[in-house]
């Protein structure tokens, strides 16, 4: 039999298999990629949290937070804003949202009263929906 040439006709033929261990391989990186990173992705101020027992509350839309640390500055998400401009740059946040929904963190320690008006400021920028993170363990 000469060089290059098949033995017999099904030596020829394609092979039409597919070699999914690749894919498995590359799909199992991804996934441990995706459980480390989704802890960091948490974008929150670190505050202490009130203990309740409460149902959670559902929300459709990506909610915007609020958080309130003791020393009683407060952030929208990661970023500080000063009390005279939370309205401002809420009502810009809520300007193209049909569901104004939001979540208040508030450190334990911050005074009943500061709360009140910080939820005053924050519905002056026509949110009326507020919802409270606590901790559920006790």
Excluded: C, W
């Excluded at 989704?38 to 839309?61: I, R, Y």
């Excluded at 009502?91 to 979540?103: G, M, Q, T, V």
């Amino acid at each position: 039999m000469a060089f290059g040439s098949p033995k017999n006709q099904n030596d020829s033929e394609l092979n039409a298999e597919i070699n999914i261990i690749p894919m498995v391989d590359i799909m199992l990186v991804l996934l441990i990629i995706f459980m480390v990173a989704a802890p960091l992705m948490n974008d929150t101020v670190d505050v202490t949290l009130p203990k309740a027992k409460a149902k959670s509350a559902g929300m459709e839309e990506e909610a915007v937070v609020v958080a309130i640390r003791k020393d009683q500055s407060i952030y929208i998400g990661r970023t500080q804003v000063g009390f005279a401009e939370l309205n401002k740059k809420l009502a810009a946040i809520y300007a193209n949202r049909e569901k104004k929904d939001l979540i208040l963190r508030g450190d334990e320690s911050v005074p009943y009263g500061f709360i009140i008006k910080v939820m005053a400021n924050i519905q002056s920028a026509g949110v009326y929906k507020i919802s409270f993170f606590t901790d559920p363990t006790n």
